[in-house]
């Protein structure tokens, strides 16, 4: 046993230890019982037990061996107590454990099943929105309350749709496996949507006082980090990795210390965070080598070429339009065309950026994009039509969902009011 700290540092210690052991931990028992319910009831068993025996104790030098051995011995008590669940386990061809007397894990390394987690979790038979759900509970290990607060619905709201994956899953038969090599192209994509979802909701809160949710945020780059372990060689994964270390470097500048919205044009970029830059550039490199990039491999080498730039007005924008020509090919989508609107705008002028952005006026995705007429409000002030910048910012204030995007369309508002006062004398 190694002794640990005391106060916040013993805290730390085992926090850390638990964040990094719980989710190979679970994906371990439902390899082994194929029962998610059983398997986070006695992965939570186990938690509490350490809580009790680790302060004073210590953290044992093998603390995911320690973990599953107490596990598989709370489930055995559990399937020893409850016959009928027991029954209904054996039916499925899991009743190995409920015949032996004391399990317990000799080896020095806890299997690490988290990849078969993943794709069991993100299964394309779920609803997205349960994808998410599910691999914050059972890979983030966030509780369902914790859940509830990142998404900000009720408890209850995500506790049923929760319930509801997981009986999913059961109904189905699910199988918790890894996609073998010829079904990985058609699952991954999921298993990464899910990942970069999290992220997107931290980097972008829906609703709330913060422009950002930094937790959900790292919390993405944390299982990215995990998939890119598991699966070093799929140039997805590196992307994805990638893209979301090089927009999360900026996040400290994204606010000022007066809590208002600061675009990207307008940033300290001597905050941006240099090693996170230095990383996701690295892995650009291996999402762009070998076949042809996918879509987060290019989306990553933008965010790439946005943070080599030393100021906006040094960015290579016509490689940046270029590359959004290559992510318009390969994943076109109503929200790439008004990037790279944005981009050409930056480019050519602000008038070509809003006659790409009113001929996509019509898309019905795009009427409650809240960037998209933000994007366009701006350009338009860019392009002195004062009126009619006006009248989009008022739409983007209209759909703001944070209190910083409030605050900053109110701000451009008051400009713009505060200019056509001037020049009329009015």
């Known amino acids: 046993m190694t002794p640990v700290e005391g106060g916040e540092g013993r805290g730390l210690a085992v926090e850390a230890v638990f964040r990094e052991e719980r989710g190979r931990l679970l994906a371990s028992l439902v390899h082994r019982y194929r029962d998610l319910d059983l398997a986070e009831d006695v992965t939570s068993d186990a938690v509490e037990a350490a809580l009790v025996h680790w302060p004073v104790d210590g953290v044992p030098a093998n603390p995911g061996a320690w973990l599953l051995t107490t596990a598989r011995r709370k489930a055995v008590d559990r399937l020893r107590r409850d016959r009928t669940y027991a029954d209904r386990l054996a039916v499925l061809g899991v009743d190995r454990d409920r015949t032996d007397p ?15 987690l993943f794709f069991t979790c993100a299964h394309p038979a779920l609803p997205e929105e ?17 859940v509830a607060r990142a998404f900000l619905v009720p408890t209850a709201t995500m506790a049923q749709r929760i319930v509801r994956a997981k009986k999913k899953i059961r109904v189905a038969r699910i199988p ?10 058609a699952r991954l994509p999921g298993v ?3 990942v970069y979802s999290i ?12 422009l950002q949710r930094i937790d959900l945020a790292e919390e993405a780059i944390r299982l990215a980090r995990i998939l ?19 927009v999360h470097a900026r996040n400290h500048s994204r606010i000022d210390a007066d809590g208002a919205m600061v675009l990207l044009a307008d940033q300290d970029r001597s905050r941006w965070d240099a090693e996170l830059i230095d990383e996701g550039r690295t892995l650009v490199v291996r999402a762009l080598s070998g076949r ?11 965010a790439a070429v946005h943070d080599e730039a030393s100021s906006a007005a040094r960015t290579d924008w016509p490689q940046i339009v270029a590359l959004y020509d290559v992510l318009m090919s390969i994943a076109p989508s109503a929200v790439v065309a008004v990037n790279r609107a944005v981009a050409v705008a930056m480019r050519d002028g602000p008038a070509t950026g809003i006659a790409l952005l ?13 960037p998209y007429h933000a994007a366009r409000a701006e350009l338009l002030e860019r392009a002195g039509r004062d009126e009619e910048a006006a009248e989009a910012y008022r739409r983007t204030l209209d759909l703001a969902g944070t209190a910083p995007e409030r605050r900053h369309a109110r701000d451009r508002l008051d400009a713009i009011s505060a200019r056509r006062s001037r020049t009329t004398g009015r």
């Open 358 to 370: 009113d001929a996509l006026g019509d898309d019905p995705l795009l009427r409650g994009y809240r």
């Open 199 to 210: 992220f997107t909701e931290g980097y972008a809160a829906t609703t709330g006082p913060q």
């Open 292 to 302: 042809p990039a996918g879509p987060y491999g290019v989306q990553a080498a933008i």
């Open 102 to 116: 004391a399990p317990a894990f000799t080896g020095t390394e806890l299997p690490d099943e988290r990849l078969q």
């Open 176 to 185: 918790f496996r890894a996609p073998r090599p010829e079904e990985l192209p």
């Open 192 to 194: 990464l949507q899910a």
């Open 228 to 246: 890119y372990r598991l699966l070093p060689d799929e140039q997805e994964v590196a992307g994805l990795l990638a893209l979301m270390l090089l």
């Open 130 to 146: 349960d994808r998410v759900a599910l691999t914050l509970r059972c890979l983030a290990g966030l509780s369902t309350p914790e």
